[in-house]
T-cell receptor, first 112, second 112 residues
């Protein structure tokens, strides 16, 4: 009965590969987010979708492409992985702009 | 320049002691200010949420205060426990838009 779930929890891959991270929420929220947390623990917004429409797209390389097949899912596909992509990626959801965002457990991506 | 600054960057206290974490922000106008707790290897979890009109909010041993005039907030932890060891993140939501402004967090270690 996890509210926001992400898979995989850990992802180790070689430079140049393409990988995807999946996120699902069962809270009935209509807004979902992807954050990147670097080694200094700073959380940065990457994307946000509201009702499957992109509403936030920060300065992120176009190697990163979010996909929202429905309101409960927001997946993140990354092409041509680079060393600097190594980080923990968090998915979150909220109802509209909502008082609170609920975060997933994170996916630790390591690019070798 | 980050619009949310937290201090100290890290803190070590003995179990049972109290401590206070600080957050200064420049986000204006803002809708609400949140404190999140992030355990190692987990996603952030909300502790308190205060609107701009609230001065204080408690959640068990956690008490947050907000001074909208000086743009300062603090999180006071009473009778600390080993399980309080975590990163505490101050987050400010602007009045418009979906993006949140995150501080870099204070890393708290409670020792026996």
């Amino acid at each position: 009965d996890t509210a926001v779930s992400q898979t995989p929890k850990y992802l180790v891959t070689q430079m140049g590969n393409d990988k995807s991270i999946k996120c699902e929420q069962n809270l009935g929220h209509d807004t979902m987010y992807w954050y990147k947390q670097d080694s200094k623990k700073f959380l940065k917004i990457m994307f946000s979708y509201n009702n499957k429409e992109l509403i936030i797209n920060e300065t992120v390389p176009n190697r990163f492409s979010p996909k929202s097949p429905d309101k409960a899912h927001l997946n993140l596909h990354i092409n041509s992985l680079e060393l600097g992509d190594s980080a923990v990626y968090f998915c979150a959801s909220s109802q509209g702009r909502g008082i609170e965002q609920f975060f997933g457990p994170g996916t630790r991506l390591t690019v070798l | 320049k980050n619009q949310v600054e937290q201090s100290p960057q890290s803190l070590i206290i003995l179990e049972g002691k109290n401590c206070t974490l600080q957050c200064n922000y420049t986000v204006s106008p803002f809708s609400n200010l949140r404190w999140y707790k992030q355990d190692t290897g987990r996603g952030p979890v909300s502790l308190t949420i205060m609107t701009f009109s609230e001065n204080t909010k408690s959640n068990g041993r956690y008490t947050a205060t907000l001074d909208a005039d000086t743009k300062q907030s603090s999180l006071h932890i009473t009778a600390s426990q080993l399980s309080d060891s975590a990163s505490y993140i101050c987050v400010v939501r602007p009045s418009s838009g979906y993006a949140l402004n995150f501080g870099k967090g204070t890393s708290l270690l409670v020792t026996p």
